[in-house]
Structure formats: C-alpha cells, structure tokens
C-alpha cells in the first residue's frame, strides 16, 4: 500500500498513541496515589470528626432545651447539623481553605507564614535580606496588593504586629488544649455504652477505666504514629461503614420523612420554638464539625485531593446519614436523648459497634495529639516556646515526632479533667468553645491572605470574613454562654500556655536587644590587628550567637579574660525563616567579617519552621566546604565587596571515600549548578586524628593548579585549622532586669523567664554540640 495514499494511517499516529497512552498511566498513578492517600487520611485526619455522633445530640438537648424535646425540635436540629456540616468543612475548608498552603503545608502557621513574606508582619529579629531568595519564599503573583493602604499600617504598626503574632499564638494555645479535652472526651463519650449495655458498673470503675485508657494512649505516644498507621484507616474505615449502616438502616425503620429536614424552614422554626434556649444549645450543635481544622492542619502530610476524596465520597455521607438515622430514632423515642447514639444501634450488632467506637475514639485523640506537638515544634521556631527534646519518630514523615515533656504535660491535664468532671456535657462545652475559636482565627487570617497574598480585592476579604465570620461568630457567643458550665477550661489553659509562649518571646526578643546594643565595634577589631592582640592557636573556633550581623558581646568577653584564641574564627547564627522547609543547598551563607588576614568569617544556618535538624556528625565538613568555596568565590568575582554574604552549596566535590579497611569504594564527579571552584579539593576519610568523632574529611590543595598565593594560603590556613579540631563557644548567660525596671518586669524577667531558662534544654544540647568540645561563656545581661 502506498505510504502517500490518503488510506494510509497518518504519519504521527504511533506516536500520537504513545503520547496518549502515558499520560492516561500517568493520569492512573496520580489517581492511584491520592486514592491511597485519602484512604490514609481517614485515620490520621478525620479520627476525631467521625466519632461526633457520639455525643452531639445529647449534649445538644440539656438544660432548659430538654423542656422542648419534640419532634420539631428534632427536625431542627438534624437540619442545622446539616447545614453546619455543609458550609463549614465542605464550603470553606474543602473548597476554599485547601487551595491555600505555604509549600504544601497548611494551618494557621501556614497562613500566619505567608502573611509575613508577602508584608513586614513578622517580629522574629534575626531577619536577614538573603532569607527572600529563597526557593520556597516565593508564592504567587508579585502585583501589588488593592489593600496597600492597610498593608503600610499593619508593617508601621508594631502594636498592630504584635497582635496578629499574639492570634496565631493564641490559636497555638488552643491546638494544645484540644489535645487535652479530645483525648478526655473521646474516652468517656464511649464509656456509655458499657451502662446502655446492661452491665451495672460504679462511678469509681468507670473512672477506673478512663484513666487507665488515657494513660495507655499517652504511654504509646513514644513508639510514633507510623508504627500503627496501619490500622488508623481500617478502624476509622470500618467505623464509617457501621454508622453509615446503621443511620440507613434507622430512617428506613424508624421515620423516612426524617429526610425533609434538610430544608432550612426547620431552622427558623426551632429558634421560633426554642428562642434563648435553642441559641444556647447551638455549642451541641458545634461538637458536629470537631476536627475540621485538621483537615487543613494536616495538609502537610498528604495532598489537597486525597483529603477532598475522603471528605466528599466517605466522611460527608457516612455523618448526614447517621445524623439523619439517630434524629428518625428519637422522633420515636425521645427518652432516648441522653444516650441516644448506643441506644439507635440494633442489638445484634451492639458490641461489634461498642467496640469499633472505643477504638475510633482512641484514634482520634491520637491524630490530635500528634497535631499537638507539631504546633508547640513550630511556636518553638518562631522563638515562642522554651526548647524541648524533639523526638522524630519517622525518617520519612517529617510531620510524625514525639515531645516527652509536653506528653506528659497532656496526660496530667487530661486526667485532671476526666477526674474533675466525669462528664461529657461539660467537657463538651469546652470543646466546643476550642474549636470554634480556631475557626474563627482561620477565617480572620484567611481574609488577609485573601488581600495580600492572593492581591485579590479588600472587599471580597471581607465578604469572606463576614459570610463565615458571622456564621463562626454565632456558635462563638452560644460556647461563651456555657463559660461557667465549663467553658472556663480552654480559656484558662490556653492563658497558661498563652503566658509561656509571650514570656519566652519577650525575654528572648530582649535578650537579642542587649547583644544589638552591645556589639563589638569592627574599629575595635581592625585596631586589634590580625593577631586580634593574642595568641592565635591552631584550630577552629565556632562562636554561636543570635546575631546575623556584627560581633557578639561573648567574643570580647572571651578575649579580654584569656590570652589566646583560634587560628580560624567562625561566627555561627543558627535562625529559622517563615517558610516549612529550606532546601538543604540553600541553608548555608558564608561570609567574611574582616580583611583576609584577620581569618574570620560568618554562617549563617537557616531553617524552616517544619524542618528537622539531624545531627549526622557532618556539620564541621559542611561547613570547611561552604568556607572553602566562599573563599574561591570570592577570588573568582572581581566585583566583590566585603561585607556580602554568599549562599553556598557544596555540590561541586569530588571525592575520595575510604573504607575502614582503607579500600577506595567510591571516586565521583559532580558538576555545581554555581559554578566547579572545588574540583581542586579533595576529601580522604580520615579518623585517626579524631577519636571522638566518627568521620571528617580532609581538604588538600593541589601543588600544580594555578592559584593566587593569598588565596592558596587561606585554604591552607582553613586546612590545617580543621585538622587541628573544633571548638564550640557558646554565652552561658544570665539574663536579670534593670534596677530602674518596674515590679511587672522584674518578676516576669527575674522570675518567670528565668524559670523557664533553668527548666528548659541548653542550647548547647539543642543544636547537638559535642559536650566535649563545648567552651561556655559567662556573660550577664541586664535587660
């Protein structure tokens, strides 16, 4: 057959199938992938909001409401359990909340992370102009915002700063109290059942019983939730499965009229019926969407599709149906109001149900607790919390980690409360009142992404604010009303944490003040000479300090009480910046703080407020590599000035690795994405020098290539400073207020921030600094 006759198949046609056919196996692994995802979300994100139906019904009908329990006023309340249902985690957080992440991570972090990068919001000190270039700092349009007028007053306005820094942290303190009234409430809201069951257990088994669950759900918390991840979805699976059941199966029985509900007529006619009261009974109501702020806290750990899935096609109908289910059974059974979710189930599946309850309970708390500690993890890296151990429980979620002191912390507060009341209304009221509190901060905060980050219209912010503000504002004045009835108890807990949290802030934020005001004048240093007027010994000496710019207070203190110092002097600033993570190629910047002579220079070590600082025993050859390249850089560049600061990347080695056994295993070359200045530098293991540390790796500089000889020297000098060793010189600092300071400063600086220091990790032990090589200097700083 003739190729050119026009029977022939088109020329392109084997390609265009194979075009086809990859993009329908990619589009397959796409939708593979978020299919497992969703169904992985259902244990870590939706373990506390499927177990609702516990107990919103019975805690929405006490009080005075019990005077109108009738059929109307159930009608009313199973369509505003929809109607919540519909337009809060559907419409705002599935629809509108996930379409915004910093990075792939959500929260109010997230939000709060974004704000500060689009305008000056952020009060953290350490800011430095190179944090901007940053890969991950860039999101969105760079057009100007319409709201620019009220952008210019926020960055002016430290008072006003101060303020949206205090919400978000705020929010933080709410996050930890829902850890400790999810992990009470999911456990005596299924307690119940045992009573309904026909079993006469006392109060003091009951109680027994509680406690023991709670202690054994914070003794697991060390071994990490990726250990039982795998059995997180299928109970909260086959949980939604029997509740989706059993609601089908009580409308069908019971009331099938029950569907009618759904019209919102039923809502103006229990607020006519009930008036006050049914105003009141809306912080029941609230319990029916608790958890939805985790579907966007956890975004992190899974992707905006997979959580929409697993709402829309599993949560969502498995809730409407068993909410629908339960309001058919009381419409024929309103004695049944104050048990009512163990008494609709059928007894030939009571137990199967009681026990898939209990266990979606404890799964719930889980994923809250969880959450817990990755909030105070971010409030530390935002210099707000006292620094505790961080454990990662997992190499690969970086999401999933463990803080012994805060477990703890949560487990004395959640049996404090569980012995306290022993009851589920008044924990409800609590927890009503957490929750709607974080979603009224959510929307605050996402209105002003909706001005300068999206650069949409002021007035389509506010829309945003007052359409769901008004909605949230609602449910918040009913959860204030039920303050007394233990409403108290998030509000005095986050006052606490609240109390820790802008202690810490402020004595730190003071602290940096004093090394500001107290830096060491660089006239000072160059009149010293390049010896600095000492001996210089060998080695390296790592100054840490806070400071991005200028000479800590530390080093002349060193300097003037001992006569000698090291031959190559690094000034090491360790500092977080508002984004999740830093590329590991982007965490270094290398300067030099004098003339070449003086051997002195500056790294500045940047991390994201999600990132995980691992010691893996190479943080000495990482950064003679950073110096080294610094170094030839700035040979290279003959438009250099001193005083600029380079993001330098070590990807340009080639390597010579030895085994133990002394056997070559590994000698490759990788070409820099900046430029190839370090293929002249070898590295040889090397650990007969070092006994107490396990690798380092040593820099030769060839004889043949051509270099200039001052450069030559300094690598030279560099080469046999690292040989010589390391050593770690840190402020042991004693932070006291002024004599002149009112009574309010003196006892928050001399008493409560000093608490705090003395209780906390040193910082020594934070950044993973070898005990051995540590020098600390005693320093008082009278702020």
Partial sequence: MDPDSDSAPPKHLFAYTCLTLSLLQLSWVNLSRNLILAYQSLGVVYGDFSTSPLYVYSSTFIGKLQNHQNEDAILGALSLIFWTLTLIPLCKYVFILLYVDDNGEGGTFALYSLLCRHAKFSLLPNQHAADEEISAYKYGPSTQSNASFLKRF????????????????????????????????????????????????????????????????????????????????????????????????????????????????????????????????????????????????????????????????????????????????????????????????????????????????????????????????????????????????????????????????????????????????????????????????????????????????????????????????????????????????????????????????????????????????????????????????????????????????????????????????????????????????????????CPRPYRMYRCILRYGYKDIQRDNGDFENQLIQRIAEFIKLEAEDPHYHDGRMVVTSSTSIRSIIITEEDDIIDSSTIQSSESSILHSLESVYDEENLPFRQRQLRFQVPAKQKMDPAVREELMDLIEAQEAGFAYIMGHSCVKARRSSSVLKKFVIDVAYAFLRTNCRGPAVELNIPHISLVEVGMIYYV
């Fill in 154 to 593: 926020l960055e002016k306005n430290k008072t006003a700063r101060m303020g949206l820094l205090i919400v978000v942290l705020f929010a933080a303190s709410m996050v930890i109290g829902d850890g400790v009234l999810t992990a009470a409430m999911s456990v005596l809201s299924s307690m119940p059942g045992l009573l309904n069951s026909g079993q006469k257990l006392s109060k003091g088994v009951l109680l027994f019983l509680d406690c023991a669950i709670l202690v054994s759900l914070f003794a697991l918390q060390h071994i990490g939730t990726h250990r039982v991840s795998f059995m997180f979805a299928p109970i909260v699976l086959l949980w939604l499965i029997l509740i989706f059941c059993v609601g089908l199966y009580n409308i069908i029985h019971w009331n099938p009229h029950i569907l009618k509900a759904i019209s919102p007529f039923y809502i103006i006619k229990f607020f006519k019926e009930t008036g006050k009261d049914g105003c009141i009974s809306l912080g029941g109501i609230l319990l029916s969407i608790t958890g939805t702020e985790y579907m966007y806290a956890d975004l992190g750990h899974f992707t905006a599709i997979s959580i929409r899935i697993a709402f829309v096609f599993a949560i969502y109908p498995s809730l409407v149906v068993q909410y629908m289910g339960q309001a058919a059974f009381l419409s024929r059974h309103l004695d049944a109001i104050p048990n009512c979710f163990f008494r609709s189930v059928p007894d030939s599946v009571y137990w199967p149900i009681y026990v898939v309850s209990t266990l979606a309970a404890v799964v719930g708390s889980q994923s809250i607790i969880t959450a817990t500690f990755s909030v105070i993890k971010q409030c530390h890296a935002l210099g707000c919390f006292p620094r505790v151990k961080i454990v990662h429980t997992s190499k690969h979620i970086y999401g999933q980690i463990y803080i012994p002191e805060i477990n703890w912390i949560l487990l004395v507060l959640a049996l404090l409360i569980t012995i306290g009341f022993h009851d589920t209304t008044s924990i409800g009221n609590a927890y009503g009142l957490t929750t709607v509190t974080l979603m009224f901060i959510t929307t605050f905060l996402m209105s002003l992404v909706i001005a300068f980050v999206w650069h949409k219209s002021i007035w389509l912010a506010g829309m945003f604010f007052l359409f769901f503000g008004f909605i949230e504002g609602v449910y918040l004045s009913a959860a204030l009303m039920k303050v007394q009835q233990g409403g108290w108890v998030p509000l005095v807990l986050s006052f606490i944490f609240m109390m820790v949290m802008y202690i810490w802030h402020y004595g730190t934020g003071k602290k940096y003040d004093f090394d500001m005001h107290n830096k060491v004048s660089l006239k000072w240093l160059l009149g010293l000479g390049p010896s600095l007027g000492i001996a210089r010994v060998p080695g390296v000496g790592l100054i840490y300090s806070e400071l991005v710019t200028g000479v800590p207070a530390i080093f002349s203190h060193f300097v003037t009480n001992l006569p000698a110092f090291h031959k190559v002097l690094v000034f090491v600033c360790v500092k977080s910046v508002p984004v999740p993570f830093v590329p590991s190629h982007e965490r270094f910047i290398i300067g030099r703080v």
